[in-house]
């Protein structure tokens, strides 16, 4: 079946550590993305990447890293430089930029222990 | 400053009755709409679409209404059944062809009771 995967479904980061969420994609999708969601809040963009090797910082990028080495992977590190972690993460991807549907991935939970 | 509002952050109705969950925006650029449904701990799934030609798209129990002049849409649930209980977000893209950067509402969380 196609579609977006994220692991871990939860993950639980110490102080000072970084981490790395997995956003994987067999839809052939040229874009991706990932927001972060926390309670009362929309989903708000960190990072979006329109084709292999090219990612853009979104509105909340502070804290956070990509890459885009193969197209249908796109994998996000919270740094230890981000103060408040704890959020649930959504992936998304979307077939060109004419197309505006986004689709998501099922998220992972980030705790800070 | 948000683009994109729901002013109600929950909405309670009965089973078989209508649903009707409301967004504003504020940049008149945006030409597209989105709903997403989105059940807890799981990611959202898309919904219906409205294009700005249109006034209206329907997709079986779910109909989007869009007032241009009013910067104003809405998301007519009908009959209203349980399984429709979830946070629906209104999203838009930047417009002029691109789809990055969608903005999001904050949400409104639907409760329907049997």
């Known amino acids: 079946d196609g579609g977006i995967t994220q692991s871990p479904k939860y993950l639980f980061r110490k102080e000072g550590q970084n981490v790395t969420l997995s956003c994987e994609q067999n839809l052939n999708h040229d874009a991706m993305y990932w927001y972060r969601q926390d309670p009362g809040q929309g989903l708000r963009l960190i990072y979006y990447?329109?084709?292999?090797?090219?990612?853009q910082k979104g509105d909340i990028a502070e804290g956070y890293s990509v890459s885009r080495e193969k197209k249908e992977s796109f994998p996000l590190t919270v740094t230890s430089a981000q103060k408040n972690p704890t959020a649930f993460y959504l992936c998304?991807?979307?077939?060109?930029?004419?197309?505006?549907?986004?689709?998501f991935g099922p998220g992972t939970r980030l705790l800070v222990l | 400053d948000q683009q994109v509002k729901q002013n109600s952050p929950s909405l309670s109705v009965q089973e078989g009755r209508i649903s009707i969950l409301n967004c504003d925006y504020t940049n008149s650029m945006f030409d597209y709409f989105l709903w997403y449904k989105k059940y807890p701990a799981e990611g959202p799934t898309f919904l219906i679409s409205?294009?700005?030609?249109?006034d209206k798209n329907e997709d079986g129990r779910f109909t989007v209404f869009l007032n241009k002049s009013a910067k104003h849409l809405s998301l007519h649930i009908v009959p209203s059944q349980p399984g429709d209980s979830a946070v629906y977000f209104c999203a838009a893209p930047p417009g002029g062809g691109s789809n990055y950067k969608l903005t999001f509402g904050k949400g409104t969380l639907l409760t329907v009771n049997p």
């Open positions: 990447s329109q084709i292999v090797n090219d990612f």
């Open positions: 998304a991807s979307s077939k060109d930029r004419v197309q505006e549907t986004q689709y």
């Open positions: 409205i294009s700005s030609i249109k």
